[in-house]
């Protein structure tokens, strides 16, 4: 029985080695290439399959997800012979898992090597400047190669990004520096733009401060003018209405005259010939009521003093055929005619 035993176990280890052979299943985005007595046969889709045992042979298993792939620097030669490193990026897509397992040996090391000498003929007819600021130019035309290229693979390149460029060192200290000399043009530039301005805006509002000033001061004048013409207009209506005669008017007329000789430094002034009229008048008029009323309360109403006649030595003689000509006593010469309308005498106050 032992033997027999023995056989039984083996035969069941061997169903059950030949029933996990025979059913294959297939990850979700992935494939699997069979071969049959080492021929490609077909590909294994997502999900359960059947294979015949120990006869196909499942090959190897390609995810066909998106992949990302770095590549390490490159150093690559620009146009004007300076060296660059050069860091890529390749987003990557196998569309047939037969190509890319017989159409090449390894299409990651196939994609690596193309985009090196891709790189090198894109960057080789650039400068420097147009290779730092050219980055999609370049991506667009590393993507375009090897899409022709590994299309043929079974691979379909999506992306190409370009990670970074590095210039030699003391391109870069020169870069920095240049671009710290266009930052202080530009802010010196910004700095003289934002004076002039300041310098414009302070000379417009000083201008206008001076313009509303005048035209204030020139309101003012207006309105104070105004307001003297409607103080003579009020002065001039109340004389008018209030029918002043020529006694008041000649008594007010010598009212004024003491304000003429204030002051410490008259030492000279003018009084016009028309004063002697004015008293004549007023002393008439107190003459009439002395004459006729005999004073105020039967009282005798004494006559107002008139200031005594000017001395011979300061009088100014009137010549009346050819009209008032002032003559200068001290000198004895007579002094240019005036204005025949009026006369003047000179007095001295002391």
């Not at 033997?3 to 035969?11: F, R, T």
């Not at 045992?53 to 390490?72: K, W």
């Not at 010598?254 to 004063?275: F, M």
């Not at 008029?285 to 200031?307: D, I």
């Given at each position: 029985?032992?033997?027999?035993?023995?056989?039984?176990?083996?035969?069941?280890?061997?169903?059950?080695?030949?029933?996990?052979?025979?059913?294959?299943?297939?990850?979700?985005?992935?494939?699997?290439?069979?071969?049959?007595?080492?021929?490609?046969?077909?590909?294994?889709?997502?999900?359960?399959?059947?294979?015949?045992?120990?006869?196909?042979?499942?090959?190897?298993?390609?995810?066909?997800?998106?992949?990302?792939?770095?590549?390490?620097?490159?150093?690559?030669?620009?146009?004007?012979?300076?060296?660059?490193?050069?860091?890529?990026?390749?987003?990557?897509?196998?569309?047939?898992?037969?190509?890319?397992?017989?159409?090449?040996?390894?299409?990651?090391?196939?994609?690596?090597?193309?985009?090196?000498?891709?790189?090198?003929?894109?960057?080789?007819?650039?400068?420097?400047?147009?290779?730092?600021t050219s980055r999609e130019v370049i991506n667009a035309g590393?993507?375009?190669?090897?899409?022709?290229?590994?299309?043929?693979?079974?691979?379909?390149?999506?992306?190409?990004?370009?990670?970074?460029?590095?210039?030699?060192?003391?391109?870069?200290?020169?870069?920095?520096?240049?671009?710290?000399?266009?930052?202080?043009?530009?802010?010196?530039?910004?700095?003289?733009?934002?004076?002039?301005?300041?310098?414009?805006?302070?000379?417009?509002?000083?201008?206008?401060?001076?313009?509303?000033?005048?035209e204030g001061e020139a309101q003012a004048a207006v309105l104070?003018?105004?307001?003297?013409?409607?103080?003579?207009?009020?002065?001039?209506?109340?004389?008018?209405?209030?029918?002043?005669?020529?006694?008041?008017?000649?008594?007010?007329?010598?009212?004024?005259?003491?304000?003429?000789?204030?002051?410490?430094?008259?030492?000279?002034?003018?009084?016009?010939?028309?004063?002697?009229?004015?008293?004549?008048?007023?002393?008439?008029?107190?003459?009439?009521?002395?004459?006729?009323?005999?004073?105020?309360?039967?009282?005798?109403?004494?006559?107002?003093?008139?200031?005594?006649?000017?001395?011979?030595?300061?009088?100014?003689?009137?010549?009346?055929?050819?009209?008032?000509?002032?003559?200068?006593?001290?000198?004895?010469?007579?002094?240019?005619?005036?204005?025949?309308?009026?006369?003047?005498?000179?007095?001295?106050?002391?």
């Amino acid at each position: 029985m032992e033997p027999v035993l023995i056989v039984l176990v083996v035969l069941v280890v061997v169903a059950f080695i030949a029933l996990i052979k025979t059913i294959q299943v297939i990850p979700q985005a992935s494939a699997a290439i069979v071969e049959r007595f080492g021929r490609y046969t077909r590909t294994l889709n997502a999900g359960l399959n059947i294979v015949v045992p120990f006869i196909d042979r499942v090959r190897n298993r390609i995810d066909l997800r998106e992949q990302v792939v770095p590549f390490p620097p490159q150093p690559v030669i620009t146009q004007d012979n300076l060296v660059v490193n050069i860091d890529t990026v390749i987003y990557y897509q196998v569309t047939d898992a037969r190509a890319a397992t017989y159409e090449v040996a390894s299409y990651i090391q196939a994609i690596e090597q193309l985009t090196v000498t891709t790189l090198r003929n894109i960057i080789g007819s650039m400068d420097l400047e147009s290779t730092l600021t050219s980055r999609e130019v370049i991506n667009a035309g590393l993507r375009g190669v090897l899409d022709e290229a590994t299309g043929k693979w079974g691979i379909r390149v999506n992306r190409v990004e370009l990670k970074a460029i590095e210039p030699p060192t003391s391109i870069q200290d020169s870069m920095e520096k240049q671009m710290r000399a266009d930052r202080d043009k530009r802010a010196a530039i910004l700095t003289a733009e934002g004076q002039r301005q300041a310098q414009i805006l302070k000379a417009e509002g000083e201008k206008q401060a001076e313009v509303l000033k005048a035209e204030g001061e020139a309101q003012a004048a207006v309105l104070r003018a105004d307001g003297e013409a409607a103080a003579i207009r009020t002065v001039f209506e109340a004389i008018h209405d209030g029918d002043a005669d020529q006694k008041l008017l000649a008594y007010q007329y010598l009212q004024t005259l003491p304000e003429l000789a204030k002051g410490d430094s008259n030492k000279l002034w003018i009084i016009p010939s028309e004063v002697g009229d004015a008293l004549k008048g007023l002393g008439g008029a107190f003459t009439g009521l002395t004459g006729n009323g005999g004073g105020v309360n039967g009282g005798a109403l004494a006559a107002p003093s008139v200031p005594p006649a000017a001395p011979a030595a300061t009088q100014v003689p009137i010549d009346p055929a050819a009209g008032p000509r002032p003559v200068d006593v001290e000198k004895g010469a007579a002094r240019p005619r005036v204005d025949p309308a009026r006369e003047y005498r000179k007095i001295d106050p002391e």
